[in-house]
C-alpha cells in the first residue's frame, strides 16, 4: 500500500512539472521578447513539450491554440476555429470511414487469409505473404488495426510450426486433423489496441502473453529452440514494420500524409493542389516497394540467415508440422464463409473510392473532374468529394441483397429483420454507431490543431524569422540537406507520434525552403515520410507496442533491427526524392506559388 501510494505521489509530481515547468521556464522569455513570433514561438515549443510527454492527451493539445492564439493577440478565435475542419480533414474522415466498412465486415481478414494459402508457410515465404498482406491493408485501413488482424494469425501458425515433425504427425492421426480449439479472435481481442493511445503500453500484469500462456510452446533442444526463436522474431517483426512501409504508400495510408496535403495547400494555396491522391502514389508507391523488399531481406538476413534453399523450401518436401500450420490459415478462411453481399458491395465501392481518386486529376491526361464540373473542377471537386461520396453511400446501400420479389418480400425480410436484430448486424454497410465507436476522433483534433499552428506560424511572422535563421543552409547540398532532416525526423518521431512530428517540422521545413529559394516539396515530403521509420522502440507505434506485448521480442532485438532500416529508410527516401521525384515535381526549380510565404 505504501509502495502505491508513493508511485502515485511520484505521478502526480511528475504530471505537475511537466504541466507547469515549461510554463514557468519559457513564458518569461516569450514576455521578454514582446512580439508576435515570440508568443507564437512560446505556444509551438509549449505544445511540443506536451507532445513529446504527453502530459495530457494528445488531442487536448491540439486544442491548445484555440485558448492560446486569441490569449496572445495572434489570431482572432473565429479564424483559429476554421482551421479544424479544413478540405484535408474531411477527406482524411471519408476514407477512414470506407476503412472502418471494410473492417466491419472482415473483407480485410479474407484478403488476407487468401493471400496466404497462395503463397504456403515456407520461411521466407511466409514473411513474404504476412508483409504482403500487411503492407496492402495498412495502405487504406489503420496500421494497429491491420497489426492486431494479423499477429494472432501469425500467432496460430507459429504455434504448429513449434511442435516436432512427429508431434504434429502424432497429433494429426490421433486426432484424425488438425487441432480445431485455436481461438483467434481471443487473442485479437485481448492485445487490440486503442489507436488513439499511440504509446499504449500493454506490460500489464494482466496482458503479459508469457504468464497468460499465449506464447507458443518452445522446443527443449537448444538448437532448435534457437531456431524456432528467431522465426518468431522474425514473423512478428516483420508485421509491424510491414504495416509501418505500407502507411506511405497512400495519402490515407497514415495521418501524417494528410497533414504534409493539408499544410501544404494552406501555407501555398496558389499551388494548385500540387499533392493529391495520384500524385502522392505515383512517387510513394516505388519507394514503398523498395523498403519494402529490403526489409524483407533483411529480417531474413538478421533472424533466419541466408540458406536460400532451406528458407524457400526448394525441393524441400513440406513436413507436417507445416501442413498443419497451413491448416490453420485455410481453417480460419473457411469459418469466414462464402463471400457475402455486404462484403461484395463494400468491395465494389472500395475499388470505386480508388479508381475515382486515381481519375480525378491524374496529370498526364484530363481528369473527370475535368470534363463534368464547373471551371474544371478546379476549386470545385477534390479528393475530400470522392471520400464523402463513397462514406455517405455507404450508409445507404443495405447490408444484405435486396429482395425485389414482391410475393416474397415481406415473409423474408421480416425473418431476415428478426435474425438481423438478434445479431446486432447493421441494416446498412455503416451505421454511425459503428463510425462513432472506430473512428479516431483524436487524430482528426491532431490534424486540425497542427494546420492552426500551421496558420499561427504564418500569422504571426515565426516562420519568416525561422526561414532567415536558416539562411546559411544554403551552402550545404540539398541533397545533404534532405539527408540530415529524414535522419533528424526519424530519430524524433521514435519519442511522439508521426502527426505530431509532422505538425511540428512541416511550417518551419516550408519557411526554410522558400526562404533559401529551394522547392519546398524537396524537402517536405522526404520529411513526411521519415515520420513513420519509427522502427526502434516498443513505444514508438501502437503496432510495435501490438507486437511487443506478445513477448517474443526484446527491447535490443528491435533496436538492433530498427537502426538498420531506419538507414534504409532514409537512404530509399533520398533516392527517390532525387530521381523521379524530382521530375514528377519539379523540384529543380523554385515554383512562383512557394512565393506566398514571402509576401506581406
Given amino acids: 500500500m505504501p509502495a502505491a501510494c508513493s508511485r502515485a505521489t511520484f505521478l502526480w509530481g511528475r504530471s505537475t512539472l511537466l504541466l507547469v515547468g515549461p510554463i514557468c521556464l519559457l513564458l518569461p522569455l516569450a514576455i521578454a521578447g514582446h512580439s508576435p513570433e515570440a508568443y507564437c514561438g512560446f505556444i509551438v515549443i509549449l505544445m511540443a513539450v506536451y507532445w513529446c510527454t504527453e502530459v495530457i492527451p494528445l488531442a487536448v493539445t491540439a486544442l491548445l491554440p484555440i485558448l492560446l492564439f486569441p490569449l496572445f493577440g495572434i489570431m ?67 496500421n494497429t488495426a491491420t497489426t492486431a488482424m494479423m499477429i494472432p494469425i501469425i500467432e496460430a501458425v507459429l504455434e504448429q510450426l513449434s511442435s516436432t515433425d512427429v508431434e504434429a504427425e502424432q497429433t494429426t492421426l490421433e486426432s484424425g486433423g488438425p487441432n480445431n480449439d485455436l481461438e483467434l479472435e481471443t487473442k485479437s481481442s485481448k492485445n487490440e489496441l486503442d489507436s488513439s493511445d499511440p504509446t499504449f503500453s500493454s506490460f500489464k500484469e ?97 533472424f533466419l540467415g541466408l540458406n536460400f534453399r532451406k528458407l524457400w523450401g526448394w525441393r524441400i518436401p513440406v513436413t507436417p508440422k507445416e501442413k498443419r500450420a497451413n491448416d490453420v490459415i485455410v481453417r480460419e ?19 470505386l473510392v480508388v479508381l475515382l481518386w486515381f481519375t480525378r486529376e491524374p496529370g498526364f491526361v484530363r481528369g473527370w473532374g475535368y470534363l463534368f464540373f464547373k471551371g474544371n473542377g478546379k476549386g470545385y471537386v477534390s479528393d475530400a468529394t470522392v471520400a464523402i461520396l463513397i462514406a455517405i453511400l455507404m450508409f445507404i446501400i443495405p447490408s444484405k441483397k435486396p429482395n425485389f420479389t414482391p410475393w416474397n418480400r415481406m415473409q423474408q425480410s421480416s425473418k431476415e429483420d428478426i435474425s438481423a436484430e438478434q445479431e446486432g448486424a447493421s441494416p446498412r454497410l455503416l451505421s454511425w454507431d459503428v463510425v462513432h465507436h472506430k473512428l479516431p476522433w483524436n487524430v482528426v ?50 519519442c511522439t507520434t508521426n502527426v505530431a512530428t509532422a505538425t511540428l517540422f512541416l511550417p518551419v521545413l516550408a519557411s526554410m525552403a522558400t526562404t533559401i529559394r529551394m522547392n519546398p516539396l524537396y524537402v517536405m515530403i522526404p520529411t513526411t515520410l521519415s515520420t513513420s521509420f519509427a522502427f526502434m522502440l516498443p513505444v514508438a507505434t501502437p503496432s510495435n507496442a501490438i507486437v511487443f506485448s506478445y513477448g517474443h521480442l526484446r527491447v535490443f532485438d528491435m533496436v538492433k533491427a530498427g537502426v538498420v532500416l531506419n538507414i534504409i529508410g532514409v537512404a530509399s527516401v533520398t533516392l527517390a526524392i532525387n530521381t523521379w521525384g524530382r521530375l514528377m515535381f519539379n523540384l529543380d526549380s523554385f515554383p512562383d506559388w512557394a512565393n506566398v510565404t514571402q509576401r506581406e
Fill in 333 to 351: 478462411y473457411k469459418k469466414l464463409g462464402p463471400m457475402s453481399f455486404a462484403e461484395k458491395a463494400v468491395l465494389i465501392l472500395f475499388i
Fill in 76 to 142: 482572432p478565435s473565429k479564424q483559429v476555429c476554421m482551421q479544424y475542419l479544413q478540405d484535408t480533414s474531411a477527406f482524411f474522415i471519408g476514407g477512414l470511414m470506407v476503412a472502418i466498412a471494410i473492417e466491419h465486415w472482415h473483407l480485410h481478414k479474407r484478403i488476407a487469409l487468401r493471400t496466404l494459402m497462395l503463397l504456403g508457410v515456407k520461411p521466407a515465404l511466409l514473411m513474404l505473404g504476412f508483409m504482403a498482406v500487411t503492407s496492402f491493408l495498412s495502405m487504406w485501413i489503420s
Fill in 206 to 302: 494482466g496482458n503479459d502473453p508469457v504468464r497468460n500462456g499465449n506464447v507458443p510452446t518452445m522446443s527443449r533442444h537448444p538448437k532448435v529452440k534457437s531456431e524456432q526463436m528467431s522465426i518468431y522474431k522474425a514473423l512478428t517483426l516483420c508485421v509491424c514494420y510491414a504495416a509501418s512501409i505500407g502507411g506511405t504508400g497512400t495519402l490515407t495510408g497514415t495521418a501524417a500524409n494528410m497533414v504534409l496535403k493539408g499544410q501544404v495547400n494552406q501555407i501555398f494555396p496558389e499551388s494548385g493542389e500540387v499533392v493529391t491522391f495520384a500524385s502522392w502514389f505515383a512517387f510513394s508507391f516505388p519507394n514503398m516497394l523498395i523498403m519494402f523488399i529490403l526489409c524483407w531481406i533483411w529480417l531474413q538476413a538478421l
Fill in 445 to 494: 483534433f491532431l490534424l486540425g490543431g497542427g494546420f492552426a499552428l500551421a496558420k499561427g506560424c504564418e500569422v504571426s511572422g515565426l516562420s519568416r524569422w525561422l526561414g532567415n535563421q536558416l539562411v546559411p543552409l544554403q551552402t550545404i547540398p540539398p541533397w545533404a540537406i534532405v539527408i540530415i532532416l529524414c535522419l533528424i525526423v526519424a530519430i524524433f518521431t521514435e
